[in-house]
């Protein structure tokens, strides 16, 4: 069970606008910033959101981040079919003298 | 770049162990991350290690806390190399293992940014 918790998945139709949810504690989310990685099918993880709301070079700004209190979301608008990709949401945490956690990860689905 | 290298194949109880050699920069003044995927599962940090540029002192690591009495973790600066070592493995650390640049935001704040390709780890007789 992961210590940050996001929903299994999601979809929509391209063009629709759709939000993950991370939902954290006051030992992770509420005390340090929130990273998103979006996986593609057989590739590694890649950076696309850090510091709760910042884009790396090249992130499309279709991608936004958000965090309030003990929770983050990551919103996706204009779904593209190449936005099919598992997405994680990552932390750190405070907890047995300190350790990176990662959310169990969202599939999403562009129908 | 990140580049991951070792053994495919390990045998239960023995120690897994892999290399990460970095291009383009050093490896001093970043943290550097393992992390695993089994196949068709989440993302486990395995642990960190930050080598400041004075050498004269040790690397900071942490652990997983639940990897950590299995774990260790070194680096390499002349060759821009980092390492882990899993002992006594099971098929419960068949893996995709992953090497990851780790660094601080502004505000202090840890993040991974760059991550390598990942090399798959199996555990078996």
């Known amino acids: 069970q992961s210590v940050l918790t996001q929903p299994p998945s999601v979809s929509g139709p391209p063009g629709q606008r759709l939000t993950i949810s991370c939902s954290g504690s006051?030992?992770?989310?509420?005390?340090?910033?929130l990273n998103w990685y979006q996986q593609l099918p057989g590739t590694a993880p890649k950076l696309l959101i850090y510091?709760?709301?910042q884009r790396p070079s090249g992130v499309p700004d279709r991608f936004s981040g958000s965090k309030s209190g003990t929770s983050a979301s990551l919103a996706i608008s204009g779904l593209q079919s190449e936005d099919e990709a598992v997405y994680y949401c990552?932390?750190?945490?405070?907890?047995?003298?300190?350790?990176?956690?990662f959310g169990g990860g969202t599939t999403l689905t562009v129908l | 770049q990140l580049s991951e290298s070792g053994p495919g194949l390990v045998r239960p109880s023995e120690t897994l162990s892999l290399t990460c050699t970095v291009s383009?920069?050093?490896?001093?003044?970043?943290?550097w991350s393992w992390i695993r995927q089994p196949a068709g599962k989440g993302l486990e940090w395995i642990g960190r290690?930050?080598?400041?540029?004075?050498?004269?002192?040790?690397?900071?690591?942490d652990y997983n806390p639940s990897l950590k009495s299995r774990v260790s973790m070194s680096v390499d600066v002349s060759k821009n190399q980092f390492f882990l070592n899993l002992n006594s493995v099971t098929g419960a650390d068949t893996a995709m293992y992953y090497c990851?640049?780790?660094?601080?935001?502004?505000?202090?704040?840890?993040?991974?940014?760059?991550w390598g390709q990942g090399v798959l780890v199996t555990v078996s007789s």
């Open positions: 990851a640049r780790g660094r601080l935001d502004g505000d202090g704040y840890f993040y991974h940014d760059y």
């Open positions: 383009d920069g050093s490896v001093s003044s970043y943290y």
């Open positions: 290690l930050y080598r400041s540029g004075y050498t004269k002192y040790n690397p900071s690591l």
């Open positions: 006051s030992s992770n989310i509420g005390s340090h910033t």
């Open positions: 510091s709760n709301n």
């Open positions: 990552a932390s750190w945490d405070d907890t047995r003298n300190g350790q990176w956690v």
